[in-house]
């Protein structure tokens, strides 16, 4: 009995001891060389002609020479063209919409969560499946943005960046610039967790009937 009681405990524990990184939430510019289109970030804008994807940068060049935060090993800057400061939006205010997916395909959507870091030019707000979740404010400094339980879904779920450029008549570029410092969730148990746990319990139950019979 105690024996059998062990297994099941362990069964119990393997229930919740399968949490992990959440793939697919990557940095911006990760992996990714200066120049190169990051194509894990797709780039809309209503205001003005961009590409699927935006450009990695590089520093030693305006305005990655004192005005936004340096690049790192760990991330870097995205431009929605090729030359990193072209200036933009030179009268009306563009909008650019960046945007990331995962999938929790295969795992527990309800015990999912990160947090991050992100910095823009000029500003953002963070959305995550559409609900609000960060705003930056500037790119000098970082902003912090965090989901929890209850912001995912199974299946593909949806980070979105959505950046205001304010319109300036010259040297006006802009930029996004992400970074996740942590993520988990939970592995959905697998079937034989289950009939494993069932059967324990069917086992516990029947040896509870005959030690009451005796």
Do not use: C, H
Request: aromatic share 10%; no cysteine.
């Amino acid at each position: 009995m105690k024996k059998l009681a062990l297994v099941l405990a362990m069964g119990l524990a393997s229930l919740n001891a399968y949490a992990v990184d959440i793939v697919g939430l990557n940095n911006t510019g990760a992996g990714f060389a200066a120049g190169a289109l990051d194509t894990n970030y797709a780039l809309s804008s209503t205001t003005t002609t961009v590409g699927a994807n935006g450009y990695v940068t590089a520093n030693g060049s305006f305005p990655l020479a004192g005005d936004w935060l340096a690049n790192t090993t760990t991330s870097s800057w995205l431009t929605p063209t090729a030359t990193q400061g072209e200036s933009l939006d030179l009268t009306v205010d563009g909008i650019y919409t960046w945007t990331t997916t995962f999938d929790l395909t295969g795992y527990d959507a309800a015990t999912a969560s990160f947090n991050g870091q992100f910095a823009a030019d000029n500003a953002a707000l963070a959305y995550l499946n559409g609900n609000l979740i960060g705003t930056s404010n500037g790119f000098t400094s970082w902003s912090s943005f965090s989901a929890t339980a209850g912001g995912f879904v199974a299946g593909v779920n949806t980070l979105s960046f959505v950046l205001t450029n304010q319109a300036q008549s010259f040297g006006n570029p802009t930029g996004l610039r992400v970074e996740f410092l942590t993520s988990n969730v939970a592995a959905v148990p697998e079937a034989d967790t289950y009939a494993l746990m069932l059967a324990g319990f069917g086992l516990m139950g029947l040896v509870a009937r005959r030690k009451n019979a005796a």
